[in-house]
């Protein structure tokens, strides 16, 4: 009887399926910031600070700083989607960030501080469209959305001393983002809505 249990117990858990861990790829601006946001979400197991979609192999921070090399400072986050969707990340997203300013963000302007959804595949760019499209019939705004949507070209990963400085250095950092205007402008513009993101 035991050895029954047993085989009908091993027999379950390896048949039941688990999905992989899967990753989005978002350009809000600060990659601080947006770690800072994703981090807390549920069913988002990292944020990894990066740089996206620019000429430069390899750069570092200052050459993308420069506003020379069409680098995008993002974030790949990695989530289990057996505790939150794509769809889920993507519309919290959209109320994280100022989807109206085609300067940058904030007081980071500059091609590298724009906002962007980068896909993976065609799959993600159906999400990511849809989200969008979401957005823009319920938006509480008249502004016009000028985030974009891109196919994701190589990401590479930035330095140490970027990943995770919320934590790093949270007095600078929650005085930068609090100088910066961040949470005043999205409260701005989202309203009562910017309060319930997750």
């Known amino acids: 009887m035991r050895r029954l249990l047993f085989v009908c117990y091993i027999m379950f858990f390896t048949s039941t399926v688990y999905a992989e861990n899967q990753t989005i790829i978002v350009a809000g601006g600060c990659f601080w910031c947006v770690e800072s946001d994703y981090e ?5 197991l990292s ?3 990066g740089y996206i979609n620019g000429s430069t192999k390899n750069p570092t921070y200052r050459q993308v700083a420069s506003k020379k090399t069409g680098h995008y400072e993002v ?3 990695t989530y289990n989607p057996d505790i939150v969707s794509a769809k889920k ?3 919290y997203f959209w109320l994280t960030i100022d989807p109206t300013d085609d300067k940058g963000q904030f007081c980071d302007k500059g091609s590298p501080y ?3 959804l980068f896909y993976q595949n065609s799959g993600q760019e159906k999400i990511f469209r849809q989200s969008l499209a979401d957005i823009e019939k319920n938006k509480p705004f008249d502004e016009a959305i000028v985030t974009k949507i891109l196919p994701a070209e190589t990401f590479y990963t930035a330095e140490d001393y970027h990943q ?6 949270s007095l ?4 930068y983002r609090a100088s910066c205007g961040r949470d005043a402008r999205i409260k701005k513009l989202w309203g009562e ?3 319930k993101k997750i």
């Open 47 to 49: 944020a990894e600070s």
């Open 89 to 91: 990340l993507v519309d």
């Open 75 to 77: 974030v790949k986050i």
């Open 193 to 195: 809505v910017a309060s």
């Open 40 to 44: 807390k979400y549920p069913g988002v």
């Open 164 to 169: 995770d400085y919320y934590k790093k250095s």
């Open 114 to 116: 724009k906002t962007a």
């Open 172 to 175: 600078r950092y929650k005085y």
